[in-house]
């Protein structure tokens, strides 16, 4: 490394910490906590609706998943003005990013609630809850347990996926590792500084997944 | 009262699972739905709890018509054979969920789960969660929860089903005491017919989707309806032209009037019995006859294996039907 390849590390370290920590992190804490109250309804919705909108959950799950995050991405932030719909970077990130993963996840809460064996709907029927309470009280809290690692995976991606969004013009991480690299011409340095930084923030995230895991599992021994 | 079951019919497919099934369950009593799997007995137990719906019949409980009421209503306790215990709550947690969600009183609650699970003897496991437990506590605890709700019948699917040969016979022996105690009308499923004679004050054997006898265990082991009770009951061999119980035949190595007589073809000893088979030398009755008798008697009338032998039926055995 030379020294000036060292000057611009140094230089371009706080940049991508900022992108880091107002782009980046919360850019994926909000699309998921969104993405999860969506995914618990469609699942819902597939699950336990009438026809028609089994049928229309259906469809939203198989169009998200059959088409490609970054051109969701440009739909909503390119698209949607020339319907007269004009939304600001973040927001549109935020709208393409938690209605991508919800597609995803609402899969995985269907099968983790799929996953709770029949003898606990027969056995809360027989105390006396009725289905709507027996899904709350022992079905999901059971399903929530069986989905946490695929979530967690979900969650993994969706931070990465967040560099997708330096394409409609959010600051978030990668965008200010894009902009110092133009500047400077050290495009190798300064992506493999994105890359490093994406693999830290991803393996806290490992980190806090094992232990939630090892929490949650104390309770679902066999 | 108790429960009344009249004209029941339930197919799944092209199986009739239950052929118009008519029967009355005495209330406060013991009663066993005793037959091999698939006989229907476990759906007629489900149909009761409200778990599975007739295609005909009515099933009134306690006085009340149970028709188009949903489980949830019908105020019934079950027991499920894997437990179906709630993984996610404690013991304690498992047992009060029913008055909870009934908006009991807490101290009401709390006073009920504490006197169930000194009933069921788990008072020092309030507070683990059932993976914590072993399958016989975690079916015990299965039954407290299902007793917490006050239930007009307990309904138990073959409950000792997953328990080891021991612990099955502990918490059978519990199960007769804990009844003696609470008095509820309570029903169990079951396909070992020791299991049943030894616990229900009254046995329907069920088989086919029908109903083959309803009677006392005495009723039902001497007396039996038809060759499925008694072959389905315990053992059964054929000497002559009849079926009798193996302990039931008298053995002599003297001449004597017999039925059939043969040498002692194998001998095979369990515990305090020894199980012979003779070979019987009459051609019209080829097949090798089972005989059970205790060890001592064995060695008082000196058999050895190879002995030949003369057998008829002891005087007073009743289970004997015509093959």
């Known amino acids: 490394m030379t020294p000036d390849t060292w000057d611009l590390v140094q ?6 910490l900022r992108g880091t920590l107002v782009g980046t992190i919360p850019l994926a804490l909000i699309s998921m906590a969104l993405a999860l109250n969506l995914a618990l309804g469609v699942a819902m919705a597939r699950l336990y609706g009438p026809r028609p909108v089994q049928w229309l959950a ?3 799950v198989s169009i998200i998943r059959g088409t490609p995050l970054l051109v969701q991405l440009f739909i909503v932030f390119y698209g949607l003005p020339s319907i007269g ?11 393409a990013l938690s209605l991508n993963v919800a597609g995803y996840a609402a899969e995985i809460i269907r099968a983790a609630v799929q996953s709770v064996p029949k003898g606990q709907w027969e056995a809360a029927y027989t ?16 399903a929530v347990r069986v989905s946490v690692p695929p979530l967690s995976n979900s969650f993994i991606s969706l931070v990465k996926d967040t560099s997708l969004t330096s394409l409609i013009l959010v600051t978030e991480m990668f965008r200010e590792a894009q902009e110092v690299a133009a500047a400077s011409g050290e495009f190798m340095t300064l992506y493999v500084m994105a890359a490093v930084y994406y693999w830290v923030v991803c393996l806290a995230l490992s980190a806090g997944q094992s232990r939630l895991e090892t929490r949650l599992e104390r309770h679902v021994a066999h | 009262m108790g429960i009344e079951i009249t004209g029941v019919s339930k197919r799944f497919g092209d199986f009739v699972a239950l052929d118009d099934v008519s029967l009355s369950i005495p209330s406060g009593q013991l009663t066993a739905l005793l037959g091999p799997s698939g006989g229907g007995k476990s759906t007629l137990l489900r149909i009761v709890a409200g778990l599975e719906s007739s295609d005909e019949g009515q099933v009134v409980i306690e006085g009340r018509d149970t028709t188009g009421v949903p489980a949830q209503k019908r105020n019934v306790g079950f027991v499920f054979q894997h437990y179906a215990a709630f993984k996610h709550m404690t013991v304690a947690k498992n047992v009060a969920f029913g008055l909870e969600i009934r908006k009991r009183p807490k101290a009401e609650v709390k006073a009920k789960v504490d006197e169930l699970l000194e009933l069921v003897h788990l008072t020092q496991f ?8 072993s399958g016989g506590q975690r079916q015990r605890m299965a039954l407290a929860r299902a007793l917490a709700i006050e239930p007009s019948v307990l309904l138990l699917d073959e409950p000792f089903g997953a328990l080891d040969a021991k612990v099955r016979k502990e918490l ?24 049943a004679l030894e616990v229900a004050d009254s046995l329907v054997v069920i088989n086919d989707g029908r109903i083959e006898q309803v009677g006392t265990p005495d009723d039902l082991y001497d007396k039996p309806a038809s060759d499925f009770v008694l072959s389905f009951l315990g053992p059964v061999t054929t000497l002559g032209d009849r079926l009798i119980r193996p302990h039931d035949i008298e053995i002599s190595r003297y001449e004597q009037a017999a039925v059939v007589d043969g040498p002692i073809t194998r001998w095979t000893r369990v515990g305090f019995e020894v199980r012979l088979e003779v070979t019987p030398t009459d051609p019209r009755h080829p097949d090798p006859v089972q005989v059970v008798l205790t060890r001592s008697d064995a060695t008082a009338l000196g058999l050895h294996p190879g002995d030949h032998v003369w057998l008829r039926p002891q005087p007073g055995a009743d289970a004997v039907v015509h093959a």
């Not at chain 1, 719909?85 to 709208?95: E, H, K, L, N, Q």
């Not at chain 2, 007769?176 to 029903?187: A, F, Q």
């Open chain 1, 127 to 142: 105390v006396g809850m009725n289905r709507r309470l027996t899904l709350q009280r022992i079905i999901l809290p059971q």
């Open chain 2, 172 to 195: 059978r022996d519990w199960l007769r005491r804990l009844h003696d105690e609470v008095h509820v009308t309570t029903v169990f499923v079951t396909h070992d017919q020791e299991e």
């Open chain 1, 58 to 60: 259906r469809a939203y």
């Open chain 1, 85 to 95: 719909i004009r939304i600001d970077p973040w927001p549109s990130a935020v709208i």
């Open chain 1, 11 to 16: 230089e371009a370290f706080w940049p991508l």
């Open chain 2, 126 to 133: 309030a507070h683990r969660l059932p993976s914590q437990l």
